[in-house]
């Protein structure tokens, strides 16, 4: 084989093999994270994001644009109200948890989740919002 040969072949396995390290590189395409890591898996990522879905009783448009002008998917955007609230609503169950449940047994760990009070619904029980109102 001719030594311009095994150039081109040699260039061709670095190429395939630099496209298949970008292709395996922690997912980084995740855009507008507040309050989730930056660096979360798309694996954790969507786990969370089915917990949502089940105690909330709510689909991904709940939240997330998927029809913009383009007719793309646009989960990167602010412009569903919900979206924020539910960042609030994690940055709350964050705090209570830390502040009121600390993991004293990582067995068991007790925590206050989106279904302690949605239940499946997407907005709580009336008597729990008159609690919090009246507190």
Do not use: Q
Not at 107 to 118: D, Q, V
Request: proline share 4%.
């Amino acid at each position: 084989m001719k030594w311009s040969n095994k150039i081109l072949v040699i260039a061709g396995i670095a190429a395939f093999v630099i496209m298949g390290m970008t292709a395996m590189r922690p997912h980084d395409t995740f855009k507008n994270l507040k309050v989730l890591p930056k660096d979360i898996s798309e694996d954790s990522l969507m786990t969370i994001m089915e917990t949502y879905e089940s105690s909330l009783g709510v689909t991904c448009s709940h939240c997330h644009v998927l029809d913009n002008a383009e007719h793309k998917e646009d989960y990167a955007s602010d412009a569903i109200h919900d979206k924020e609230e539910c960042r609030d609503m994690m940055r709350m169950t964050d705090s209570i948890n830390k502040e009121y449940f600390p993991r004293r047994n990582p067995a068991r760990p007790l925590k206050i989740t989106c279904y302690t009070c949605h239940h499946g619904k997407s907005h709580p029980e009336r008597e729990i919002k008159k609690l919090m109102i009246n507190n």
